[in-house]
C-alpha cells in the first residue's frame, strides 16, 4: 500500500511554501494563509492526515479549500505538485538554509529578499559583512548563533551517521561474499569499532585474485564514481557520497590485515608495541622476528584476529573497545566484560504513536514490535507542553492507558506498557503532576526546549527531575543531534551521580541522530551503578529497528546484558520498572 505524507512533512511543506511564497513577493495574504495552515495541521488534536485522506477537513477553522485540497493530494498520494513547481524556480542551495538551527522562515525570507542570500555561503557572506546584523531582527546574538551553526555543520560536513550508511554495509558485504574468488570478506575502521559517526568505510577481503575482485567492486551497483584503483586496493564513492575503500589480501595476511584495519589507531599502536616488547614486529601483514633480539619466543600460528590477541597474553578484546581506554589493561587478567549483544534485547521502553508525532498507530507499533521476536513494548508519547509534536493532554494520556489495558487484554504473550515522556520544564518541575504519572507503568522524562541554559542552571533543572519518584528513566541526556547540533550544556557525571543516588535509569537513545548518553559515559553510570535502557525512540515500526545503533553503542560503552534492563524479561522487568516508587 502507498502510504501518504504524515503531519510533521506536511507541516514543514506548508512552511516551506510560505517562506517561497514570501522570497518571491507574493501577496502576504496568501503567504499568511499558508503558515497559519502549517500551524493548523502541527497542532490539531485528531488524526488529521486520515481525515485529510477521506476528505473530511470541511469546517476546520484556518484551513481553506486550496489548503484542503493539498492536503488531500499530500495524504493520498505522499507528495504535492504544487510544492514541487514551486521549488524548481529556486536553486537547490536554498534548501541549506532550512537546516542552520536559529533561522527561522521569516528571517530566511528577509535574508533573500534584502540581501540576495541563497545559499549557506552567501549566508555566511552576510554575516561576517556585518550586513546581515543591520536587518531588523537580527541581534548581534543571532548572527553569532548563525555562524557557530554553520561552522558546526561544516566540522561534521565529511561524516556520515549510523542509517546512511548500515544498509550500505551489509549490501556490499553480501556482494564482496558472493563473488567466487572471495574467501572471506569484512568491514573495518570506525565502523566495525561502532562508532556513532563515520568518516569513510573500509573494506577488507582475502582473495587469490584481488585484480579480479577489485574490478569487480568498482562496478558494484552501489558505486556512483571511483577515485582510485590499484592491484590490491580500490576507493568509490557510494550512496549519498560516501567513501568506501576495499583492500584486498591472501588468507593468511587477513587476521592481521583486519585487526590493523579496524584500528583504532591508538589501540594498534598499542598492541604493536606490546609485540615489539617481545621481539615481534607487527604490521597489516603479519608478525615477524625483530633481528637481533635475543630471546624472542617463537611465533605461533595465527588463523584469525584471536590467535594475534592470544599470541601476546590477551583475551580477545572486541572491536568496539579497540580505543586504547583500558581494553588491553584488562584483556592481560581476564577483565574484559561480556558485551551486551542484540539477542539478549527482550523489550524496548520509549516509542511514539499516532497519538503524537508517530507514524503508528498503538496496534501496529505493538505487532511489530513482537513480529521482532520482543517479548514487550514501552509507549511513550509525547506530554503536552510538547505541542510541536502534538503532546498528549491529561484527558488523552488517561485515554491511551485505557486503550493499552485493552490491547493487553487481547494479547497472550506480549505485553505493552503504558508510558509517557514527560517534558522536564524549564524549572525542573515535570508537565505532569505526581497523580497522573502515578497512573503509568513508567516515566522518560526529556528536555525538549530552553536548551540555552547555563550549564549550572541546566544540571540543576535535569537532577530536580529525576529526584521525583515517579520518573523512571532520563531520556536523551544532552539532546545532541548528530551532525547537526551539540549538546546542551549540562554537567554530565553530575546527573550520573544524581541518578545514582535516586535508583533513575538512564537512557541510551538509539536514535542514529542522538545516541544519547554517548558511550564515553556509561563505563562510569555502570561504576555508580545507573542502569541503561536501550531506546529506540521510535516514530514508526521501522524506527524500532534502531535498537541495532543502540546495542554498538551500548558495547562500545563496556555494557554487559546486566546493565540493561530490557534485557529483563518480562517479570524482572516489570520489578525493575516499579524499584524506584517502592525506595
Ligand atoms: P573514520 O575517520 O571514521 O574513517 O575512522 P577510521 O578509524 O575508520 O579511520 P581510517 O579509515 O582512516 O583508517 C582505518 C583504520 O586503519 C584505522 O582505524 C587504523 C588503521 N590506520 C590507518 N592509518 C593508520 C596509521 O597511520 N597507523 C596505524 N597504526 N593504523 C592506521
Ligand atoms: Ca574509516
Ligand atoms: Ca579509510
Ligand atoms: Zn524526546
Same mark, same amino acid.
Given at each position: 500500500?502507498?502510504?501518504?505524507?504524515?503531519?510533521?512533512?506536511?507541516?514543514?511543506?506548508?512552511?516551506?511554501?510560505?517562506?517561497? *511564497?514570501?522570497?518571491?513577493?507574493?501577496?502576504?495574504?496568501?503567504?499568511?494563509?499558508?503558515?497559519?495552515?502549517?500551524?493548523?495541521?502541527?497542532?490539531?488534536?485528531?488524526?488529521?492526515?486520515?481525515?485529510?485522506?477521506?476528505?473530511?477537513?470541511?469546517?476546520?477553522?484556518? *484551513?481553506?479549500?486550496?489548503?484542503?485540497?493539498?492536503?488531500?493530494?499530500?495524504?493520498?498520494?505522499?507528495?504535492?505538485?504544487?510544492?514541487?513547481?514551486?521549488?524548481?524556480?529556486?536553486?537547490?542551495?536554498?534548501?541549506?538554509?532550512?537546516?542552520?538551527?536559529?533561522?527561522?522562515?521569516?528571517?530566511?525570507?528577509?535574508?533573500?529578499?534584502?540581501?540576495?542570500?541563497?545559499?549557506?555561503?552567501?549566508?555566511?557572506?552576510?554575516?561576517?559583512?556585518?550586513?546581515?546584523?543591520? %536587518?531588523?531582527?537580527?541581534?548581534?546574538?543571532?548572527?553569532?548563533?548563525?555562524?557557530?551553526?554553520?561552522?558546526?555543520?561544516?566540522?561534521?560536513?565529511?561524516?556520515?551517521?549510523?542509517?546512511?550508511?548500515?544498509?550500505?554495509?551489509?549490501?556490499?558485504?553480501?556482494?564482496?561474499?558472493?563473488?567466487?574468488?572471495? =574467501?572471506?570478506?569484512?568491514?573495518?575502521?570506525?565502523?566495525?569499532?561502532?562508532?556513532?559517526?563515520?568518516?569513510?568505510?573500509?573494506?577488507?577481503?582475502?582473495?587469490?585474485?584481488?585484480?579480479?575482485?577489485?574490478?569487480?567492486?568498482?562496478?558494484?551497483?552501489?558505486?556512483?564514481?571511483?577515485?582510485?584503483?590499484?592491484?590490491?586496493?580500490?576507493?568509490?564513492?557510494?550512496?549519498?557520497?560516501?567513501?568506501?575503500?576495499?583492500?584486498?589480501?591472501?588468507?593468511?595476511?587477513?587476521?592481521?590485515?583486519?585487526?590493523?584495519?579496524?584500528? =583504532?589507531?591508538?589501540?594498534?599502536?598499542?598492541?604493536?608495541?606490546?609485540?615489539?616488547?617481545?621481539?615481534? =614486529?607487527?604490521?597489516?601483514?603479519?608478525?615477524?622476528?625483530?633481528?637481533?633480539?635475543?630471546?624472542?619466543?617463537?611465533?605461533?600460528?595465527?588463523?584469525?584476529?584471536?590467535?594475534?590477541?592470544?599470541? %601476546?597474553?590477551?583475551?580477545?578484546?572486541?572491536?568496539?573497545?579497540?580505543?586504547?581506554?583500558?581494553?588491553?589493561?584488562?584483556?592481560?587478567?581476564?577483565?574484559?566484560?561480556?558485551?551486551?549483544?542484540?539477542?539478549?534485547?527482550?523489550?524496548?521502553?520509549?516509542?511514539?504513536?499516532?497519538?503524537?508525532?508517530?507514524?503508528?498507530?498503538?496496534?501496529?507499533?505493538?505487532?511489530?514490535?513482537?513480529?521482532?521476536?520482543?517479548?514487550?513494548?514501552?509507549?511513550?508519547?509525547?506530554?503536552?507542553? =510538547?505541542?510541536?509534536?502534538?503532546? %498528549?493532554?491529561?484527558?488523552?494520556?488517561?485515554?491511551?492507558?485505557?486503550?493499552?489495558?485493552? *490491547?493487553?487484554?487481547?494479547?497472550?504473550?506480549?505485553?505493552?506498557?503504558?508510558?509517557?515522556?514527560?517534558?522536564?520544564?524549564?524549572?525542573?518541575?515535570?508537565?505532569?503532576?505526581?497523580?497522573?504519572?502515578?497512573?503509568?507503568?513508567?516515566?522518560?522524562?526529556?528536555?525538549?526546549?530552553?536548551?540555552?541554559?547555563?550549564?549550572?542552571?541546566?544540571?540543576?533543572?535535569?537532577?530536580?527531575? &529525576?529526584?521525583?519518584?515517579?520518573?523512571?528513566?532520563?531520556?536523551?541526556?544532552?539532546?545532541?543531534?548528530?551532525?547537526?547540533?551539540?549538546?546542551?550544556? &549540562?554537567?554530565?557525571?553530575?546527573?550520573?551521580?544524581?541518578?545514582?543516588?535516586?535508583?533513575?535509569?538512564?537512557?541510551?537513545?538509539?536514535?542514529?541522530?542522538?545516541?544519547?548518553?554517548?558511550?564515553?559515559?556509561?563505563?562510569?553510570?555502570?561504576?555508580?551503578?545507573?542502569?541503561?535502557?536501550?531506546?529506540?525512540?521510535?516514530?514508526?515500526?521501522?524506527?524500532?529497528?534502531?535498537?541495532?545503533?543502540? &546495542?554498538?553503542?551500548?558495547?562500545?560503552?563496556?555494557?554487559?546484558?546486566?546493565?540493561?534492563?530490557?534485557? *529483563?524479561?518480562?517479570?524482572?522487568?516489570?520489578?525493575?520498572?516499579?524499584?524506584?516508587?517502592?525506595?
Amino acid at each position: 500500500m502507498m502510504r501518504g505524507m504524515n503531519r510533521e512533512d506536511a507541516t514543514t511543506i506548508f512552511e516551506r511554501i510560505a517562506t517561497l *511564497l514570501e522570497m518571491q513577493g507574493e501577496n502576504p495574504f496568501k503567504v499568511r494563509a499558508y503558515r497559519t495552515g502549517a500551524e493548523v495541521v502541527e497542532s490539531f488534536s485528531g488524526d488529521i492526515m486520515k481525515l485529510a485522506a477521506e476528505n473530511q477537513l470541511a469546517g476546520i477553522k484556518g *484551513l481553506g479549500e486550496a489548503l484542503r485540497d493539498k492536503l488531500h493530494e499530500m495524504a493520498t498520494t505522499g507528495r504535492l505538485e504544487f510544492y514541487e513547481k514551486l521549488k524548481a524556480e529556486f536553486p537547490d542551495t536554498i534548501f541549506e538554509l532550512f537546516d542552520v538551527q536559529g533561522l527561522g522562515p521569516k528571517k530566511i525570507a528577509a535574508l533573500h529578499a534584502e540581501l540576495g542570500v541563497s545559499s549557506i555561503a552567501d549566508l555566511r557572506r552576510a554575516c561576517e559583512s556585518g550586513e546581515a546584523a543591520k %536587518l531588523s531582527g537580527f541581534a548581534a546574538k543571532t548572527v553569532e548563533k548563525i555562524l557557530e551553526s554553520i561552522a558546526f555543520r561544516e566540522q561534521h560536513a565529511s561524516e556520515f551517521k549510523l542509517d546512511q550508511v548500515h544498509a550500505l554495509v551489509q549490501q556490499i558485504l553480501e556482494e564482496l561474499r558472493e563473488h567466487p574468488n572471495v =574467501s572471506q570478506a569484512e568491514i573495518c575502521g570506525s565502523f566495525r569499532r561502532g562508532k556513532e559517526t563515520v568518516h569513510d568505510l573500509d573494506f577488507l577481503v582475502s582473495t587469490k585474485q584481488p585484480e579480479k575482485v577489485i574490478e569487480y567492486f568498482v562496478t558494484l551497483p552501489q558505486v556512483v564514481d571511483v577515485i582510485a584503483q590499484g592491484a590490491t586496493k580500490a576507493s568509490i564513492h557510494a550512496t549519498h557520497g560516501i567513501q568506501c575503500d576495499l583492500r584486498a589480501v591472501a588468507s593468511k595476511e587477513f587476521p592481521f590485515a583486519l585487526m590493523y584495519f579496524t584500528g =583504532s589507531k591508538e589501540h594498534n599502536v598499542a598492541i604493536r608495541q606490546r609485540a615489539l616488547n617481545r621481539g615481534w =614486529s607487527l604490521n597489516e601483514y603479519a608478525f615477524t622476528e625483530v633481528p637481533d633480539h635475543a630471546d624472542a619466543p617463537v611465533i605461533p600460528p595465527v588463523h584469525d584476529e584471536a590467535d594475534i590477541y592470544r599470541a %601476546l597474553d590477551l583475551d580477545f578484546i572486541e572491536p568496539e573497545l579497540r580505543e586504547n581506554k583500558g581494553e588491553i589493561e584488562a584483556a592481560e587478567h581476564g577483565g574484559l566484560p561480556r558485551l551486551v549483544q542484540l539477542e539478549n534485547l527482550r523489550g524496548v521502553f520509549h516509542n511514539h504513536t499516532t497519538a503524537s508525532d508517530g507514524k503508528a498507530s498503538l496496534r501496529e507499533m505493538a505487532d511489530a514490535a513482537r513480529e521482532l521476536g520482543l517479548q514487550y513494548l514501552g509507549i511513550s508519547d509525547h506530554s503536552k507542553s =510538547s505541542f510541536q509534536a502534538n503532546g %498528549l493532554d491529561e484527558k488523552r494520556l488517561l485515554a491511551q492507558i485505557e486503550e493499552i489495558q485493552a *490491547l493487553n487484554a487481547e494479547l497472550d504473550d506480549f505485553h505493552v506498557f503504558a508510558g509517557c515522556e514527560v517534558d522536564i520544564l524549564k524549572d525542573g518541575s515535570l508537565d505532569f503532576s505526581d497523580e497522573i504519572m502515578a497512573r503509568l507503568d513508567y516515566v522518560v522524562a526529556s528536555v525538549h526546549n530552553v536548551f540555552n541554559l547555563p550549564e549550572a542552571e541546566m544540571t540543576k533543572r535535569v537532577i530536580r527531575a &529525576i529526584e521525583n519518584p515517579h520518573v523512571t528513566m532520563l531520556g536523551h541526556l544532552t539532546g545532541r543531534l548528530l551532525l547537526q547540533r551539540p549538546g546542551y550544556a &549540562i554537567n554530565v557525571p553530575a546527573v550520573i551521580d544524581a541518578a545514582a543516588e535516586t535508583g533513575t535509569i538512564i537512557e541510551l537513545n538509539a536514535s542514529a541522530w542522538r545516541l544519547d548518553m554517548d558511550w564515553r559515559w556509561w563505563r562510569l553510570a555502570k561504576e555508580k551503578g545507573v542502569k541503561c535502557s536501550i531506546n529506540p525512540d521510535a516514530h514508526s515500526t521501522q524506527g524500532l529497528q534502531a535498537v541495532i545503533y543502540g &546495542i554498538k553503542a551500548a558495547r562500545k560503552g563496556w555494557l554487559t546484558r546486566n546493565d540493561v534492563i530490557n534485557c *529483563l524479561p518480562m517479570e524482572e522487568v516489570k520489578m525493575a520498572l516499579g524499584a524506584k516508587r517502592q525506595r
